[in-house]
DNA sequence: GAGCAAGTAGCACGATTGTGCTAGAACCCG
DNA sequence: CGGGTTCTAGCACAATCGTGCTACTTGCTC
């Protein structure tokens, strides 16, 4: 098989490990069983433990701008904003997958300098996003110190619906989800 | 010494070692020796790690409560919110500890079933909170699911804020966040 | 077909883990 | 002061970990 799509395999073995396990879980071993390798032909396409897991969490970040980019976007800002916004919800077990398994990353980043720099760069991919909706949707007669707020509003709030759908998926249906979204930007677009 | 001191104290050295070197670096050995103490010593008051864990996640939750409780509360609702929900935040170093103690903690319960009542209970108790200050700033005239709606907002936002605190926390100044806070209760109480 | 690169497998080593266990020190109460 | 409980310390064991290393197989190229 193609060297490149046998790391993506690898990298989805750990993905589901994570979610099964814990980034604990996600031994050498544990990857190369569940990839059906052994541990020697794991290592022949990763040297070590650390970069078979950057490259998995580089793949989160990787599929999410892939899919946001693949969409279709209406003209008007207020559905706009929705729809992309939405794409990065929990809504189905897809985006389940890459947020429990985000969250893991983010989660061990915290103590892990070698995963410190990928989460920085998904965080500011996001925060930028919520920047660009929130400066579309308020409009220009707003003060730019209330943009920021917003944005940090809008981007605390899209985080904690991840977080929570990923803690108590049983209380937090897609609709729950998207409710609150579509609420937040009302009264963002209204006021 | 106290022996339920001494729990406490092995809690704290738990909580040290997690906030350095994360959850999973909270072995017996790590935490005997950041608190002083032999192996030994500490299966003496702990039998098994899991025990541990769970009494140092317990202390999180109990620290939080107590800290709330002894609250003086002004009557305005609108002020009474922003006092209580305020003392959630991690504004400073006591309550950034437990925020980043907790949050290592949560990201673990996805996995182990011993920690996962005890995130359900927090979680439980932080949205009992925001149920009831919603009901009390929105009024009775709002539709019971708009109650919900917002509930789960305020409660995203709180977590997401907190998470962003833990992540970034040049980013994420105490300013901000009772600014962000104080911003969504104005929504909240003026609509 | 020869030869070299790529892929696969698996052993071995030292380190670290949780926990069972024993033995001695400290303390308190009668 | 004696005796029993509480506390402390530390060893031992099996399990697991990441990684270095070697050997075998496969496949492609002259």
Redesign the pocket.
């Known amino acids: 098989?193609d060297?490149v799509g046998?790391r993506h395999d690898l990298a989805e073995a750990v993905w589901r490990v994570v979610r099964r396990d814990g980034l604990d879980?996600?031994?050498?071993?544990?990857v190369a069983r569940e990839a059906?390798?052994?541990?020697?032909?794991l290592?022949?396409?990763f040297?070590?433990?650390?970069e078979l897991l950057v490259f998995a969490m580089r793949l989160v970040i990787d599929r999410i701008e892939q899919r946001v980019a693949s969409l279709r976007v209406p003209d008007d800002p207020r559905r706009a904003a929705e729809t992309v916004l939405r794409e990065l919800l929990p809504l189905d077990d897809e985006r389940r997958a890459e947020n429990e398994v985000w969250l893991a990353f983010t989660a061990r980043a915290l103590v892990d300098p070698a995963l410190r720099a990928l989460r920085d760069e998904g965080y500011d991919l996001l925060r930028d996003a919520c920047l660009g909706w929130v400066r579309l949707l308020v409009g220009p007669e707003r003060a730019p110190v209330d943009v920021d707020v917003e944005t940090d509003r809008l981007f605390a709030l899209l985080d904690g619906l991840a977080v929570h759908a990923a803690m108590r998926p049983a209380h937090c249906s897609p609709e729950l989800l998207t409710t609150v979204l579509s609420r937040h930007l009302d009264d963002l677009a209204t006021r």
């Open positions: 098989m060297p046998r879980g996600a031994s050498v071993r544990a059906g390798l052994s541990m020697g032909s290592r022949h396409y040297g070590t433990q650390s």
